[in-house]
């Protein structure tokens, strides 16, 4: 009965895991898109910028939602919502555009992240549950290296399928006809239809292979000490407001994941402005950017076994406040090297705020996931603010907003790991002596 659960609780890992893969995907087409629709529907960069903002609002207005769905029907049953809600959003990409509506592209991506809200609300939580909770940071950090396999295949496609590489001056642009115009837009706009319709199929096939699976009680319903012992949503809400350290740990995410974003997003404009490269050779730096992020997952994992989490991560957002400050202030070749460096350097960044925010939250674990989930909104205020200084100065100015961003990630990992300190030592204060 015992190596029954563990292997029931392996392949719900297992299963759980290609999630990561899955959102990992959603989330950096977007990075592709931003350059390629900007081209479409002639947009300035705080425009363009929306497509962040259209998609981290799905995010917000979901996460508490997807909270409440959670406490009463389990995890499982969130995952099936956040797949289908995802399918649905990647197959609107197809009638929008066929319409030619830039407002359709927005009200896609934010149903698909609607649905990735059901999914990291529930999946991140459940992670850290099926196994030890002592080696939770390290399990959720190795199930989050997955999640940059997702963000290269997606930046590696993209560049193939999306981006057509036709890239006209605005003289050729000035010289083309209404027909022509429409005819260009029209080509750029149909690009998206076939790797959104793929995605769909893929989403929907593994909400199939979810439903089908029978998962640990864990993951179907909540433990019964948590039935007993769960708050209202309001005192859950109420409880968690006097938590400091908790509030910080959000407030750490919302910046953390504004810098990530944030430089992904504009990192093609950055290397089409900065160096002059084509947006599909820009493009091949993003990928190579996001390799450097999955390495990162791997060996700050493996580097977890013998450092603090929260004091790798302090050190790691202190090297990328660095990085995005030369990327800024040197500008060229040398400092979009020195913005693709961050991406090592961010790696483990999302999953330790994660995890050491949740960290002994009991019957508060899952609708303190869903603020941390809410949280990421960060991503569409700083994105957006990122487009605005661009259009005013230039895109390089732009990276000042993701090195303060990185500057307080690295205050809540200095203040983590003092408290992590502190704890251990009352505790050996207090254990009995032989």
Not at 13 to 23: G, H, P, R, S, T
Not at 41 to 62: C, I, P
Not at 147 to 171: C, D, M, Q, R, Y
């Amino acid at each position: 009965m015992e190596r029954r659960r563990q292997d029931g609780a392996v392949l719900t890992q297992a299963i759980i895991i290609a999630l990561f893969f899955l959102w990992g995907v959603a989330n950096n087409l977007n990075d592709v898109l931003i350059p390629h629709l900007k081209k479409a529907f002639f947009l300035s960069d705080l425009q363009s910028g929306l497509v962040q903002s259209a998609f981290y609002l799905g995010y917000f207005f979901l996460a508490l939602p997807a909270s409440i769905v959670m406490r009463r029907y389990g995890y499982k049953i969130a995952v099936l919502v956040g797949l289908g809600l995802f399918g649905l959003g990647a197959l609107m990409f197809y009638p929008a555009s066929a319409a030619l509506q830039y407002p359709l592209f927005l009200a896609a991506l934010f149903v698909i992240a609607s649905g990735l809200a059901f999914l990291e609300t529930s999946a991140n939580p459940l992670i850290t549950v099926l196994g030890d909770p002592a080696t939770s940071e390290r399990r959720l950090n190795f199930a989050q290296a997955f999640n940059p396999l997702g963000s290269i295949t997606a930046v590696f496609l993209g560049g193939h399928f999306i981006l057509s590489g036709v890239e006209p001056t605005k003289a050729q642009f000035d010289a083309m006809s209404a027909a022509q115009l429409a005819a260009f837009q029209a080509q750029e706009a149909r690009s998206t239809q076939l790797p959104y319709l793929v995605i769909a199929a893929v989403v929907f096939g593994w909400a199939a292979l979810v439903a089908c699976t029978r998962f640990p009680a864990a993951a179907t319903r909540p433990p019964r000490e948590d039935v007993a012992n769960a708050p209202s949503a309001g005192a859950a809400i109420a409880a968690l407001f006097r938590r400091p350290r908790f509030l910080f740990g959000v407030a750490a995410q919302f910046f953390y994941v504004g810098a990530q974003v944030g430089v992904w997003s504009y990192m093609i404009r950055y290397a089409q402005h900065e160096v002059g490269l084509g947006e599909k050779a820009a493009a091949a730096y993003l990928t190579w950017s996001l390799v450097g992020f999955m390495a990162g997952r791997f060996a700050g994992t493996a580097a977890m076994g013998k450092i603090s989490p929260t004091r790798l991560m302090a050190v790691f957002a202190a090297i990328n406040t660095a990085l995005t400050l030369f990327a800024a202030l040197a500008g060229g070749k040398p400092g979009l090297m020195a913005l693709a460096a961050t991406s090592f350097f961010m790696s483990i960044m999302f999953p330790t705020i994660f995890a050491t925010t949740i960290k002994d939250l009991g019957p508060l674990t899952k609708t303190g996931s869903s603020f941390l989930v809410m949280a990421i909104i960060g991503g569409a205020v700083f994105t957006a603010l990122m487009g605005a200084i661009s259009d005013l100065s230039a895109i390089n100015l732009a990276i000042l907003v993701p090195s303060a961003c990185f500057a307080v990630v690295a205050a809540y990992g200095l203040s983590a790991a003092r408290a992590a300190l502190s704890m251990d030592t009352t505790t050996a204060l207090k254990a009995p002596h032989a």
